[in-house]
């Protein structure tokens, strides 16, 4: 497959796919991060992350359609605005449902994916009916248009670098939180054990829900990211799941570092291959190799030792 | 208790009623578009049965069944494709005698793994054993690895996605999207006449049967008593020398084999077989099926299916947009509310009364109520 190509070539092509793998990294570290809080942290199976990411897709389209119509002057930065709405959105949808529907099912983590699947049915009919089938795009501010030639063959896109730099930042202020804050140091104290984090005094209850919640916000961020690259439709959640948790358990559940290193190896790994095989091939080699190695590795590829 | 075989009595009388269900009053009561729809759901209650010998009482929830449905479905497709693809019927193709898409996609010979599919003894071998041997593939090495729970859940679910983006991918050699198609004979008998729809509501009502009182065997054996000790207590049962591997691979390849039957005659009564029944959505909908029923309960499995199907068909006739709320409604009420399903209802309500009325009718008879039994 290499044969057709001059080494210069096959040169750019890596550093092009590797820009396009960065891109699907993002998006993947993205979805992950809060996947991974509320799975690795919690051990609750949230199949309706997707419609969390899609619920902060939407307030980001809804919030530029708002900038361009009534604020146009402001409507260069409207982006960090539906950020921040993004988040509480999510957050807060997060928080209802974890005390509506979780917070019963935490013995019982079988079924927190069945109801959570159920949830994101409802989630994306609700979507449907109150937002139309449609898929939306938003406008991106003109800032944010176009793209930086490196070399005369390379060159990259300057939404591709705004979502990667954003995700830098992000993961970064997750990574204090969760190792800096009070609330992470209480997360991760009822990870470790439950019952003596309950018996010196931390609320088990109120940091679940607060985990949950900020698991959720971080969904809402990652779907207000994924408008600067693709658009949004009711069911643009569903193709992004099983992928993420893939990622998730790939880097060993318990680990932001692992859930980090994993979505960079799924996603080059995938990208670079798309160049030179079909889409699909490309797809079905790389979950294969990823389900191939989990086989051998059950425990993801980084491991937080605890003693049970 | 007084015993039928290996059933027990009550267990007995629940078959029975069951059978005479669906091999008397549906065909009684419904015309042969409603039959053939009924015959289509029954073909999913053979994923379900699977479903609680493997998940509500092996404890391994599988997110993958829709596979092993879709390999037996296709497998039965692609015996039933090469009979309608004769040279005589393709000889407007540039390529007589293989099947339409391929020539669609520019191949030109048959590919070598549909040639066995020519002989309808070695497909039906294959509708069951392909997918017992990929389940058994999957089952060996999870299953020794100590891979279980959640985590078989999510590469289950993996697995099934790959394989429908294989499917989906590869146009020429499966189909592609739109899957197996224009389905006519088996063996020259066309199966797509009323008549043809009878029998085969038939053959697969008995196989149906069949299919449940090999659960109950399997249950009831000292084989079904591991499976239930392993679920509430892995680490007991190894430790007292069994090897939980092999038990768990065991019910996960008989959940695979159930569920390709039913496959196999999903394609023969619907008349073709696609990627859409492969996926994960089709997987966790036919857990859904056995989690309404009763994760527990063989029976209960059954009716969940034809009931979640039938509510499916209704409402997505009248109301097409609220089909969805109400299977995301039932998924969480399922959960929240009822974690035994009907079946539990039932123990739970109709049961006691029940015996209680036998009691006073049949004094002999007291005590024994179908516990899995439905709740209609």
Known sequence: MFADYSLSELGSIFVMQGFAGLILFSVFVLMALGLAIIFGQMGVINMAHGEFMILGAYVTYFTSQFFQNVLPSLFPIYFFVAMGLAFLASGGLGIAVEWALIRHLYRRPLDTLLATWGLSLILQQVYRSVFGPREVGVELPSWMMGSLPLTDVIEVQINGLFVMSLTFVITLVVGLMMFRSRWGQQVRAVVQNRVMAGAVGINTHKVDRLTFGIGCGIAGVAGSAFTMIGSTGPTAGQLYIVDTFLVVVFGGAQSLVGTIFSAFTISQAQSTMEFFLSGSTAKVLTLLAVVGILMLRPQGLLVLKIRR | ?376
């Not at chain 2, 006519?184 to 299919?211: M, Q, S």
């Not at chain 2, 990627?275 to 063989?298: C, D, K, Q």
């Not at chain 2, 039932?346 to 899995?372: K, Q």
Request: hydrophobic share 55%.
């Open chain 2, 1 to 376: 208790m007084e015993r039928i075989g290996f059933l027990k009595t009550s267990e007995a009388v629940g078959i029975a009623i069951l059978a005479a269900l669906i091999l008397i009053v549906l065909p009684l009561g419904l015309d042969i578009f409603r039959l053939n729809l009924a015959g289509k759901y029954l073909t999913y209650a053979f994923v379900a049965i699977g479903l609680v010998l493997c998940w509500g009482h092996g404890g391994i929830l599988s997110l993958g069944q829709g596979m092993f449905f879709g390999l037996g479905g296709y497998a039965m497709a692609m015996f039933l494709k090469l009979e309608a693809s004769s040279p005589e019927a393709t000889k407007i193709q540039s390529t007589p005698g293989i099947p339409d898409f391929m020539d669609w996609n520019q191949l030109t010979e048959l590919p070598w793994f549909w040639q066995p599919f020519h002989s309808l003894t070695l497909s039906l071998v294959a509708v069951v054993l392909v997918p017992t041997a990929f389940a058994f593939l999957i089952g060996t090495a999870m299953f020794k690895r100590r891979v279980g729970g959640v985590y078989f859940a999510i590469i289950t679910q993996a697995i099934a996605a790959i394989l429908t983006i294989l499917i989906v991918g590869q146009q020429g050699y499966t189909g592609g999207i739109n899957g197996i198609t224009d389905l006519r004979t088996l063996k020259g008998w066309d199966i797509r006449t009323d008549e043809a729809k009878y029998v085969l509501y038939f053959v697969n009502a008995g196989l149906l049967l069949a299919a449940v009182a090999a659960a109950y065997f399997v249950r009831q054996s000292k084989l079904g008593r591991i499976l239930v000790a392993m679920r509430d207590k892995e680490d007991r049962v190894r430790f007292s020398g069994y090897n939980v591997a092999n038990f768990k691979t065991f019910v996960f390849c008989l959940a695979a084999a159930l569920s390709a039957i039913g496959g196999a005659m999903f394609t023969l009564q619907v008349g073709f077989m696609s990627p859409s029944f492969v996926g994960i959505v089709p997987s966790i909908e036919m857990v859904i099926y056995t989690a309404v029923g009763g994760r527990l309960s063989i029976l209960g499995a059954v009716y969940g299916t034809l009931l979640v199907n039938w509510a499916k068909t209704s409402f997505s006739e009248s109301f097409p947009e609220l089909w969805l709320l109400g299977l995301g409604g039932l998924f969480i009420a399922v959960v929240l509310a009822f974690p035994n399903g009907l079946a539990g209802i039932y123990a739970d309500t109709i049961a006691p009364r029940l015996s209680r009325l036998l009691r006073r009718a049949r004094p002999a008879l007291g005590g024994t109520v179908p516990a899995g039994a439905p709740a209609e």
